[in-house]
């Protein structure tokens, strides 16, 4: 299921959409908004895959917006201005959807979002960092580290991304067969649980304590 919000200073092009989603199977809008704060205020609370957004509101910029966004969540334009079509796709949009559009040409578009979804959730995390959308492979991930609200990703490249999200968020986006938490702080690939010494996991030169609730998941997987 793909969990949407829409934002659009317009009630009427909120309602088309709520409409038109309303009509199209594993897509629920969950909200819509026509005031930026008030959507901010919701992603804080509650991530979501996908934003359906407009370009041209009275505060800030609908693209700024996006680009502010911490968390990993796709975005489909909705605008009367073709002229942002080049900027909207140089961030990695999904659709730009120039109203008034169809029905069938909605459909398109979330049905870009439902291939896309397919297939990053097999190899590929995706993460919005540094004012960027990273697209990580999951064999380039050495391990996870939690930070108070925020998550430092340590590659395989001795490089680190540092993105804002909860240690449960990033798990719900990695597959469940090849990433484990094991500490409070700490989520790493199964493939990396080689070497346990006095329940720590040692990973290059990373000694990651193993918690006391989830010994028995990872002695689990180590006795495979």
């Known amino acids: 299921m793909i969990k949407a919000i829409a934002l659009d200073d317009e009630i009427l092009a ?7 989603a309303g009509k199209i199977e594993n897509l629920s809008l969950e909200k819509i908004f026509n005031t930026q704060s008030d959507a901010q ?3 804080n609370k509650f991530p979501v895959d996908l934003i359906f957004l407009d370009i041209e509101m009275p ?16 975005v489909i334009f909705t605008t ?13 949009a999904v659709d ?4 008034p559009f169809s029905f069938e040409r909605f459909k398109t578009a979330v049905e870009k979002v439902k291939t896309n979804a397919d297939t990053d959730e097999i190899k590929y995390l995706s993460i919005r960092a540094d004012y960027k959308l990273h ?29 804002r999200s ?6 719900e986006k990695l597959s469940e067969k090849d990433f484990v938490r094991v500490h409070r702080s700490y989520i790493v690939p199964v493939q990396n649980i080689k070497t346990i010494v ?26 495979k």
């Open 59 to 74: 505060s800030k910029n609908g693209m700024d917006f996006y680009k502010n966004i911490s968390q990993n969540t796709k």
């Open 80 to 92: 009367a201005y073709s002229e942002y079509a080049v900027d909207a796709f140089s961030i990695n």
């Open 14 to 20: 909120l309602k088309i959409i709520e409409n038109y």
């Open 96 to 99: 730009y959807l120039l109203k």
């Open 41 to 43: 205020k919701y992603l």
């Open 135 to 163: 697209k990580i492979n999951f064999n380039d991930i050495l391990l996870i580290e939690g930070l108070d609200d925020y998550i430092q990703i340590h590659l395989t490249d001795h490089s680190t991304i540092t993105a």
């Open 198 to 223: 006095n329940r720590s996991i040692h990973i290059g030169e990373f000694i990651i304590p193993i918690g006391e609730t989830y010994k028995d998941l990872v002695m689990k997987i180590v006795n």
């Open 166 to 171: 909860s240690m449960k968020n990033i798990l």
